[in-house]
Structures are given as structure tokens and as C-alpha cells.
């Protein structure tokens, strides 16, 4: 039997581990598998709970193909909201920096639709931290490990035009309600947001002024319920808040601007 002619199986077997996307899963296994021991290992693992995208080592995100090791975050699809308000903002010739960026997704997929952008990004998970460098490489970008900013080059203060932060913003007393895949098999630290969720976002809009340049912006994700309070906490920082809302990806961004210094 080939692998191709397996399909019919494995999607039994997925839908038994309780995969929803059971077909569609199982063509992605199919084509990732190069032999027929390497898709039954692949199928093993994802019906004992791995997320998919750790089985076949990528993610789709806003139309690229982004590597993501174990233990990595996956990148959420309603974070392409987040992606496209930064493209909207972002001037060519932009110095963008993307902080707890997990396996990149972000920064890189801002790369690919913003005209000669300077690519940043640091995370403090050195696993994060190497699939970053792979994914933003293609775009010129430098991935730096360490916490926040930190391992950020000083040349880059005063400089940054555009800083996306997909910090984790789950409340502590919360992650043991998220689903398996993310509770299980991703850092806590890229979920875990303190009491309130928003402890990683006060520390990078505290911070934000002394590396945004006079008029560049900070956006972070954040929930609905949540995204007053983050407007608070950006406007507390010295940063004029918006909050934006998508009801069709049930994404919320808010964007903080450092006002531009008059002369």
C-alpha cells in the first residue's frame, strides 16, 4: 500500500483522537511523510495530542509557510490582524522590531509585504529563538535571545518605527482552561501573562518610549475584555492608545504612538 492510499485510514484514525479537520490533516501528513514508517510516526503523534504544526514542522501564516519546532508557539491566524495593521502604518524603509517572537511569524510575515524593512526580533526562548533565525533569515532579519529588550542592539533606541508584540496574555489562573495542544506542548512562558494577563505588556509600554522613534507605534494583541486596560497601560507610558477591533478573526490590536516631538 503507498502512502497515498493510506489517507483513508489515517483520517479514521484522526478523527478518533478527535481531530475536527481530520481530511485536511491528513493531507498534510500524507505530503510532509517521506516513507511510509515516517507518516505512521507522524500520525502516532498527532493523535496523542501534538499540535500539527509541531508534527510537520510548519505553519501557514498569512499565506507563508513558517517554520515551528517543538515547543514553539504556533502562530494564531487571527494574529494576521495584528500583521496587517503594521503593514498599514509602515512606511518603506521601516525599522520594525518584533519581541516575544516566537518562531517569527510576524516580523517575517511583516517583512514579506513591507517594501525594504529593517527586521528585528528577540525572545528569551533560545527553541524560539532558532526557529526565528530560520524564518526571518530569507528577509534580512537578526533574531537576538534574551528578555524584552535587552539583547536589542543600542543602535536601534530612539530608531524603531514599527514594535509588534505578540506577548503571552493569558492570566495565570486561566492557562489550565486552554486547549491541550497549547496547555501542553507550547512554552508556558508564550502564554502565561501574570494575574491579569498583562504583566509582559506593562513591561514592554513602559520601555517603548526610549526605542520608538517620534511618531512610530507599538501594537500588541490582546483580548476584547482586556484591551482597556492595555489602552490604560499604554497611555500610563506616555503613548496616545487606539484600540481595534475585527469581529471576523475575534482579533483585537492595540496600537500605542509615541507622539512626534515639536521643534
Known amino acids: 500500500m503507498t502512502i497515498r492510499n493510506e489517507a483513508t485510514s489515517i483520517i479514521s484514525r484522526l ?15 500524507v505530503e510532509a511523510a517521506n516513507t511510509s514508517a515516517e507518516l505512521h510516526a507522524m500520525v502516532n503523534r498527532r493523535a496523542a495530542g501534538l499540535p500539527l504544526e509541531h508534527v510537520v514542522g510548519w505553519a501557514e501564516f498569512c499565506g507563508l509557510r513558517v517554520a515551528v519546532d517543538a515547543g514553539v508557539f504556533v502562530p494564531r491566524p487571527r494574529s ?65 535571545e534574551g528578555d524584552l529588550y535587552v539583547p536589542l542592539p543600542a543602535r536601534l533606541q530612539g530608531r524603531v518605527d514599527i514594535l509588534i508584540a505578540n506577548a503571552p496574555y493569558v492570566p495565570t489562573e486561566a492557562i489550565g482552561l ?29 520601555e517603548a518610549g526610549c526605542w520608538l522613534a517620534p511618531g512610530g507605534h507599538l501594537l500588541v494583541e490582546s483580548s476584547e475584555r482586556q484591551a482597556p486596560l492595555s489602552a490604560e497601560i499604554f497611555a500610563s ?27
Open 80 to 144: 494576521a490582524f495584528l500583521v496587517g495593521q503594521a503593514a498599514d502604518i509602515a512606511r518603506p524603509g521601516a525599522v520594525a522590531v518584533d519581541l516575544c517572537c516566537g518562531s517569527g511569524a510576524l516580523g517575517t510575515a511583516l517583512a514579506a509585504v513591507c517594501e525594504r524593512l529593517e527586521l528585528h526580533a528577540a525572545d528569551i526562548d533560545p527553541a524560539a529563538v532558532r526557529c526565528a533565525r530560520r524564518n526571518v533569515a530569507p528577509f534580512g532579519g537578526s533574531v537576538y
Open 237 to 263: 507610558a506616555g503613548l496616545t492608545p487606539k484600540i481595534i477591533r475585527c469581529d471576523e478573526w475575534d482579533a483585537t490590536v492595540v496600537i500605542g504612538t509615541r507622539e512626534t516631538t515639536s521643534t
Open 178 to 206: 486552554l486547549p491541550p495542544e497549547a496547555r501542553l506542548h507550547e512554552a508556558r512562558m508564550a502564554l502565561d501573562g501574570g494575574a491579569d494577563g498583562l504583566d509582559i505588556q506593562r513591561r514592554i509600554a513602559a
Open 15 to 29: 478523527r478518533a483522537a478527535g481531530c475536527v479537520f481530520a481530511e485536511e490533516e491528513a493531507r498534510l501528513l
